[in-house]
């Protein structure tokens, strides 16, 4: 198992532009996080899945944001029409639903131009 | 509402012991984590508490009080590669999401 990967490692984008990520956990973990963690701070969290079902949204996330989880596999978390403040390193995590702690990708750095 | 508590920025010395403290008001608890994240790479699991006590992992360890709502990270015989951001986290309930501080970052000198 590689571990959670995520693509892009880099995203540079226009302002007023939609950008889509991709996570793909470690292959038996049931549970998919999204946090946005931004210079200096921690991680907040933005939404997670158990399987294809998205439990949690937060109030973070608005309705510029979407993420999907199709057949409980890899993720999409999307941005439409971004803004400047969306510039931040886009974590994705995965875990098994009784599991310690989370398995971290190496993140999206999105800069918004 | 959830609060987490963590100081900004710490500085020790090379071979020093270093403790990092962590205070949280969450409306529920199920477990404390303590992640290390190096500049630009992702977190990575150092420490679970969910029981009052230390926790002890080679040069790390960790401790809880849940009366107190506090918790610390010690760190001995610092390395140069210590040198990194400490992320206090916690479950407050069930299995829910973990809450994040905002992560003290250690600066360890010679």
């Known amino acids: 198992d590689t571990g959670v990967s995520q693509n892009p490692r880099h995203k540079i984008t226009k302002r007023g532009q939609n950008v889509t990520f991709r996570c793909d956990p470690i292959s038996e973990h049931n549970r998919l996080y999204w946090y946005r963690q931004t210079l200096g701070q921690g991680p907040e969290f933005l939404t997670y899945?158990?399987?294809?079902?998205?439990?949690?949204k937060s109030r973070l996330l608005s309705d510029r944001f979407s993420a999907e989880r199709p057949k409980g596999s890899f993720s999409t978390l999307e941005i439409q029409r971004t803004e400047q403040g969306d510039s931040a390193m886009y974590l994705c995590?995965?875990?098994?639903?009784?599991?310690?702690?989370?398995?971290f990708g190496s993140g999206t750095r999105l800069t918004v131009v | 509402g959830q609060n987490i508590d963590q100081p900004t920025e710490m500085t020790a010395t090379e071979g020093a012991i270093v403790q990092i403290n962590c205070t949280y008001q969450t409306s529920g608890f199920n477990g404390l984590f303590w992640y290390q994240q190096h500049a630009g790479e992702a977190p990575t699991f150092l420490s679970y508490n969910v029981l009052d006590g230390l926790e002890e992992k080679g040069r790390f360890s960790s401790f809880l009080s849940r009366s107190k709502g506090y918790s610390y990270l010690l760190l001995k015989e610092l390395q140069m590669k210590d040198s990194a951001s400490y992320l206090c986290?916690?479950?407050?309930?069930?299995?829910?999401?973990?809450?994040f501080g905002k992560g003290t970052r250690l600066s360890v000198i010679a």
């Open positions: 899945f158990q399987n294809e079902a998205q439990l949690e």
């Open positions: 995590a995965s875990s098994l639903v009784q599991g310690l702690g989370y398995t």
């Open positions: 986290a916690v479950r407050d309930s069930g299995n829910t999401p973990l809450v």
